[in-house]
C-alpha cells in the first residue's frame, strides 16, 4: 500500500513481505514512496539470522528510508511463551542504522530524515 503523509509517500508493509524484494522496488520506483514501513514480530531464531540484514537491505536496494516497528520480548507469561526478536529500526538510503532497539525494550525514539 502506498498512501501520501505530511512527511512524504509511504510505503506499508508487513514483516512476511520483507521477503520479497520485488514488493519494495514497485512501491519505491513504480509508486514513488520515501519512506518504507515494516513492522514486524520476527521469532527469535529468524531474527537474529535476518532482522538487520533484510532491514538494512531494503533500504539499500530501494534508496529510501525503512522505518521498522518490531514486537519484542515475551508475548504471555503462561501457554506457548512465544518470544520476538524486537531490535526496532530506522535505517537511512545508504542503509547506516539511524536508531535501534535492543530486543526487550519499548518506547520512542525521534531521527531525521531528508
Same mark, same amino acid.
Not at 519512506?35 to 529510501?64: K, N, Y
Not at 520480548?73 to 524486537?86: A, L, P, T, V
Not at 538510503?93 to 526487550?104: M, N, Q, R, T
Given at each position: ?6 512527511? %512524504?509517500?509511504? @510505503? ?7 521477503? #520479497?524484494?520485488?514488493? #519494495? ?6 509508486? %514513488? =514512496? ?7 514480530? #520476527?521469532?527469535?531464531?529468524? @531474527?537474529?539470522?535476518?532482522?538487520? &540484514? ?11 528510508? =525503512? &522505518? /521498522?516497528? /518490531? ?7 503462561? %501457554? ?7 531490535? /526496532?529500526? /530506522? ?9 535501534? #532497539? ?8 525521534? =531521527?531525521?530524515?531528508?
Amino acid at each position: 500500500v502506498a498512501c501520501d503523509s505530511p512527511v %512524504g509517500k509511504l @510505503g506499508v508493509t508487513v514483516c512476511y513481505d520483507v521477503r #520479497f524484494p520485488e514488493l #519494495f522496488q514497485k512501491l519505491r520506483f513504480q509508486h %514513488g =514512496v520515501d519512506i518504507l514501513l515494516i513492522p514486524s514480530a #520476527f521469532s527469535m531464531p529468524t @531474527g537474529e539470522a535476518h532482522w538487520e &540484514l533484510l532491514m538494512r537491505t531494503r533500504a539499500l536496494e530501494c534508496q529510501c528510508y =525503512v &522505518l /521498522a516497528a /518490531a514486537q519484542a520480548g515475551k508475548h504471555n507469561e503462561d %501457554g506457548n511463551q512465544r518470544q520476538s526478536w524486537g531490535h /526496532a529500526m /530506522a535505517v537511512d538510503p545508504w542503509g547506516k542504522i539511524l536508531a535501534e #532497539f535492543d530486543g526487550s525494550s519499548s518506547g520512542v525514539k525521534v =531521527v531525521e530524515i531528508f
